[in-house]
Nanobody, 118 residues
Framework: VQLQASGGGLGQPGGSLRLSCTASGSANSIDIMGWFRHAPGTQGDMVASITRTGRTIYSGFVQGRFTISRDNSKNTVYLQMNNLRTEDTAVYYC?????????????WGQGTQVTVSS
C-alpha cells in the first residue's frame, strides 16, 4: 500500500486548509486511515482518524475545528481544517492500517507541511 498526501501549505489564523491522502496498491485491505502531525519539539500526535465504516476519532485539540471524511470508492481520506491556529503548524502525515487501530505494520505517507501564520 502506498499513501500519497496532498494539500497543506500556508494558512492564516482563523483560515482553512484541506489535506487529501489517496491509498494505492492493495488499498482494499485498508480499514483505518487518518492523520498524525509532528511539530518541532514534540513527539507527534494523532490528529484524526476514520474507519472504513465511517467511525471517526479526533484529538481534543482539533475537535470542532477539523473534520475528517473518506471516499472509499476513491480510497481517499480528507482532512478539512478550519479555524486554524498557529499551534497547528506541523508536518502532517497520512497513515493507514488493515484493522481499526494502528499497529507497527501501519502504512505512512510522506509528510506535508502545514504552516499557520499571519
Amino acid at each position: 500500500v502506498q499513501l500519497q498526501a496532498s494539500g497543506g501549505g500556508l494558512g492564516q489564523p482563523g483560515g482553512s486548509l484541506r489535506l487529501s491522502c489517496t491509498a494505492s496498491g492493495s488499498a482494499n485491505s485498508i480499514d483505518i486511515m487518518g492523520w498524525f502531525r509532528h511539530a518541532p519539539g514534540t513527539q507527534g500526535d494523532m490528529v484524526a482518524s476514520i474507519t472504513r465504516t465511517g467511525r471517526t476519532i479526533y484529538s481534543g485539540f482539533v475537535q470542532g475545528r477539523f473534520t475528517i471524511s473518506r471516499d472509499n470508492s476513491k480510497n481517499t481520506v480528507y482532512l478539512q481544517m478550519n479555524n486554524l491556529r498557529t499551534e497547528d503548524t506541523a508536518v502532517y502525515y497520512c497513515a493507514a492500517d488493515s484493522g481499526t487501530a494502528y499497529t507497527d505494520r501501519a502504512y505512512w505517507g510522506q509528510g506535508t507541511q502545514v504552516t499557520v501564520s499571519s
